[in-house]
């Protein structure tokens, strides 16, 4: 499955199985509890299939049916477009959720008349919250004659007329609003300046939107991020002009489901229902491979290799989640000493263990391990989430816990951070006053600026990328990336010699040769090991015979910082002079002025290639705006 | 798929639509034969045919339906 089919078809739950309709079918012709309805609502459901759980839903509240451990929520829903589709779809959703929803639907297209309370349609309820859905075809600016790129009446219009809607919903029913904010549309005017001119649709969506998130963001309103939603799934898929035409549908009926998903999430956020613990399994879910097999050197993690890269993006966006404050905890069948061995020594492991609140790798049912764990933090399975490669696993843990929540993933790891990211399963509705401030719109625009002025000069632009080198000795960790690194390094690469892994491996541990590898970490993130010195004792000087860089940190000056660490090291082993060749080839351009730049005499021209030479002993170190650490 | 399969396959997907079991369908039916056939059911109806065929109805042909009999026909040659 596409990672779009995936969002579209909201692959995180569990398909139906064939007789699906017909159990369902079975349990509307008699009452059911709210196991039952939650069994249903947690595989992923299609028009037919939500709109009987929903009669089902609807039936059992109406007899008041005791449905604990489902809690009641009354949603009022009022809509400039015709949103009685997506009602069904609500209603079953919110079941997953650990909601029993009623809905109260205001007439079709009556938004301001239902704020001002003229149609009476709300009265005697006692609404828990209101979800006011606006489209842009369903802001009062349709018939004004815009002027394009002057005048800011078409865009005051819209946002007060929804600020309106909002504040005297709030007022009038005492219930907080989920305001959306506005789907872009892909009806361009002017083509890519349209965001650009005012009072084009793109231009005023985008300040309606930007309006909307700043606006609600001191307000006990919830935001409902439509316009990112649409982003996701995709424009052309979200809008249906047929559809439209046909019902003032506002969004193709495909999306629907995803749609009550995401209002579903913000109802659970609210009654605090969110998830908070994310159980993962080792093997092939954090690292590639088998660690009781592959051992540390063998598994797939970090720079170098696609399949290392995707594990290390998704252990990036679990170290993310761990610092917005998700709790993380290990379930893997492993020996515990070996599970953890990455978490310890492997240097490419983003994930250490002080960010594992418990870890269990035994040989023990993975099932009994999430209860111990929900023991241990004294939490309910209903915050769980577990995330495992392994689908017999999930359909374990799915069936003997079903509170807990289990997604099916995609089978290619480059794709779990964004799975995990679809299933929305750690909404949060508030966050922290210091987060607040942060994203204040004046904040931003004056780090804009700031960021823009300060990147004119370099050496201000290298300080604040907050660089940090890490060198050590080529070992048996970094053996592999730096063999490849020597393999496929062509621009910055003095010498072009492609030593292979026996050659590197063999100077390991050799007096006779001093072999320098270098990790750079900046704010951008980690970048791996990224340059790779060599050099061979000859008499009382150091022979440089590989020097190379990967081409992602070039203009770092991490090579001044290197030729640093080089003397300072042959300093320390008695060596008087540290001799440089560069070898032309068609695409080492780059580093034709290296030696010189750093310092180097010229000596002598060899064969086509230059020869330089640097004094230990009468050598400044350069200043170089990076953090460095020896490893 | 021939026509039997067809008739077969549109029928369940009426029945699941009106949730009625016993539901059968005849070519000169029309919208105004079934009490809960209103412009809600219709939408569902499309949609869900939509997605069981794979299929997309263009505007022209949903509107010029006018029975049951029109909507397999063109049902039929969307799928040929």
Same mark, same amino acid.
């Given at each position: 499955?596409?990672?779009?089919?995936y969002?579209?078809?909201m692959?995180?739950?569990?398909?139906?199985?064939e007789?699906?309709?017909?159990?369902?079918k079975?349990?509307s012709?008699r009452?059911?509890?709210a196991a039952?309805?939650?069994?249903f609502?947690?595989h992923s459901?299609n028009i037919?299939t939500y709109s009987?759980?929903?009669?089902i839903?609807?039936?059992?509240?109406?007899?008041k049916?005791?449905?604990?451990?489902l809690i009641?929520?009354?949603?009022?829903v009022?809509s400039?477009?015709?949103?009685s589709?997506?009602?069904p779809?609500?209603?079953?959703?919110a079941?997953?959720?650990?909601?029993?929803?009623t809905?109260?639907?205001?007439?079709?297209?009556?938004v301001?008349q239902?704020?001002?309370g003229?149609n009476?349609?709300?009265?005697?309820l006692k609404?828990?919250a209101?979800?006011?859905f606006?489209?842009?075809?369903?802001l009062p600016?349709?018939?004004?004659e815009k002027?394009?790129?002057?005048g800011?009446?078409?865009f005051?219009?819209?946002?007060?007329?929804?600020l309106q809607?909002?504040?005297n919903?709030k007022s009038?029913?005492?219930?907080?609003c989920i305001?959306?904010?506005?789907p872009q549309?892909t009806?361009?005017?002017?083509?890519?300046i349209?965001?650009q001119v005012s009072?084009t649709?793109?231009n005023?969506?985008?300040?309606?939107?930007?309006?909307?998130v700043?606006?609600?963001?001191d307000?006990?309103?919830l935001?409902?991020?439509?316009?990112s939603?649409?982003e996701?799934?995709?424009?052309s898929?979200w809008?249906d002009p047929?559809?439209?035409?046909l019902?003032k549908?506002p969004?193709? !009926? !495909?999306v629907?489901?995803?749609?009550?998903?995401?209002?579903?999430?913000?109802l659970?956020?609210?009654r605090g229902?969110?998830?908070r613990?994310?159980?993962?399994d080792?093997?092939?879910?954090l690292w590639g491979?088998?660690i009781?097999?592959?051992?540390?050197?063998g598994i797939?993690i970090?720079h170098?290799?696609?399949?290392?890269?995707a594990?290390?993006?998704?252990?990036?966006y679990?170290l993310?989640?761990h610092?917005?404050g998700?709790v993380?905890a290990i379930?893997s +069948?492993n020996?515990d000493k070996?599970?953890?061995s990455?978490?310890?020594?492997?240097?490419?492991?983003?994930l250490k263990e002080?960010?594992?609140?418990v870890?269990?790798?035994n040989w023990e049912?993975k099932?009994t391990?999430?209860?111990?764990i929900?023991?241990?933090?004294n939490l309910?399975l209903d915050?769980?989430?577990f995330?495992d490669?392994?689908p017999a696993e999930?359909?374990l843990?799915?069936e003997?816990?079903?509170d807990?929540?289990?997604?099916?993933i995609?089978?290619d790891p480059?794709f779990?951070a964004s799975?995990l990211a679809?299933?929305?399963?750690?909404?949060a509705v508030?966050?922290s006053h210091e987060d +607040?401030i942060?994203i204040?719109s004046?904040?931003d625009?004056r780090r804009r600026?700031?960021?823009?002025? =300060?990147s004119?000069?370099?050496?201000?632009y290298l300080?604040?990328l907050?660089m940090t080198a890490t060198?050590?000795?080529?070992?048996?960790?970094?053996?592999k990336?730096?063999?490849?690194?020597?393999? +496929?390094?062509n621009?910055?690469?003095l010498?072009?010699?492609?030593? =292979?892994?026996q050659e590197?491996?063999?100077?390991m541990?050799n007096?006779?040769?001093?072999?320098?590898?270098i990790?750079?970490?900046d704010?951008?993130?980690?970048?791996?090991l990224?340059?790779?010195?060599?050099c061979?004792?000859?008499?009382?000087?150091?022979e440089?015979d590989?020097?190379?860089m990967?081409?992602?940190?070039?203009?770092?000056?991490?090579e001044f910082?290197a030729?640093?660490?080089i003397?300072?090291e042959a300093?320390? +082993?008695?060596?008087?002079?540290?001799?440089g060749r560069?070898?032309?080839?068609?695409?080492?351009?780059?580093?034709?002025g290296h030696?010189?730049k750093l310092?180097?005499?010229f000596?002598?021209?060899?064969?086509?290639?230059?020869v330089w030479?640097?004094?230990?002993?009468?050598?400044?170190?350069?200043?170089?705006?990076?953090k460095v650490?020896h490893? | 798929?021939?026509?039997?399969e067809i008739?077969?396959?549109?029928t369940?997907i009426?029945?699941e639509?009106f949730d009625d079991d016993?539901?059968?369908?005849?070519?000169?039916?029309t919208?105004s034969d079934?009490d809960s056939?209103?412009?809600l059911t219709?939408i569902?109806?499309?949609?869900s045919h939509?997605?069981?065929?794979n299929?997309?109805?263009d505007t022209t042909e949903?509107s010029?339906?006018?029975?049951?009999?029109d909507?397999i026909?063109?049902l039929?040659?969307k799928?040929s």
């Open positions: 499955m596409s990672i779009n089919n969002l579209l078809n692959g995180w739950l569990s398909s139906p199985s007789n699906f309709s017909k159990q369902l079975s349990f012709k009452e059911c509890t039952e309805i939650q069994f609502a947690r459901l037919n009987k759980l929903a009669k839903i609807n039936e059992a509240i109406k007899r049916d005791d449905l604990s451990p009641n929520f009354n949603l009022a009022v400039s477009a015709t949103i589709f997506i009602i779809a609500l209603v079953s959703t079941a997953r959720y650990g909601i029993a929803l809905v109260h639907e205001a007439p079709y297209n009556q301001m239902t704020a001002l003229h009476n349609c709300f009265s005697g609404l828990d209101i979800l006011v606006v489209d842009y075809e369903g600016i349709q018939n004004i002027k394009y790129g002057e800011d009446e078409v005051d219009v819209a946002i007060n007329y929804l809607v909002k504040d919903l009038r029913y005492n219930a907080p305001i959306n904010t506005i549309t009806e361009n005017l002017f083509g890519s349209d965001a009072n649709p793109r005023l969506i985008q300040r309606i939107n930007t309006e909307l700043v606006g609600l963001n307000s006990d309103n935001l409902l991020d439509l316009a939603l649409a996701n799934v995709g424009l898929i809008h047929i559809m439209y035409n019902a549908l969004f193709s !009926q !495909q629907v489901p995803l749609f009550a998903d995401h209002v579903c999430r913000l659970a956020a609210l229902k969110s998830r613990v994310l159980v993962l080792l093997d092939n879910t491979g088998v009781g097999d592959d051992g540390i050197n797939k970090g170098g290799s696609a399949l290392g890269e594990y290390l993006s998704f252990q990036q679990v993310k989640l610092e917005r998700i993380l379930s +069948k020996n070996i599970a953890r990455p978490f310890i020594s492997h240097e490419d492991m983003v002080n960010h594992i609140s870890f269990r790798a049912n099932a391990n999430i209860i111990k929900a023991d241990e933090l309910g915050s769980f989430v995330f490669d392994n999930r359909k843990v799915r003997q816990l079903p807990v929540f289990v997604p099916e995609p089978t480059a779990y799975a679809a299933a929305g399963l750690f909404e508030y966050f +607040k942060r204040n004046y904040a625009n600026k700031e960021l823009r002025e =300060s004119l000069d370099m050496n201000e300080k604040k907050n060198y050590s000795l080529v070992n048996n960790d970094g053996l990336r730096v063999v490849q690194l020597i393999s +496929k390094t621009q910055f690469n010498t072009t010699k492609r030593f =292979s892994e590197v491996s063999s100077r541990d007096d006779k040769y001093f072999s320098l590898q990790r750079l970490e704010s951008f993130g980690d970048n791996g990224v340059s790779v010195v060599m061979e004792k000859n008499h009382s000087n150091w440089i590989l020097w190379i990967s081409c992602r940190v070039i203009g770092r000056d991490l910082s030729i640093n660490e003397v300072r300093n320390k +082993k008695g060596i008087s002079n540290i001799i560069f070898i032309p080839t068609e695409r080492n351009e780059l580093v034709k030696y010189k310092g180097f005499e000596v002598k021209d060899d064969d086509g290639a230059s030479k640097l004094d230990v002993n009468n050598y400044n170190q350069h200043n170089v705006p990076l650490i490893n | 798929m021939d026509n039997n008739m077969r396959k549109v369940t009426f029945q639509v016993e539901m059968s369908i005849s070519p000169e039916m919208a079934v056939w209103d412009s219709h569902r109806l499309i949609i939509e997605l069981a065929f299929i997309r109805f949903i010029e339906l006018e029975n049951v009999n909507f026909v063109l039929k040659q799928i």
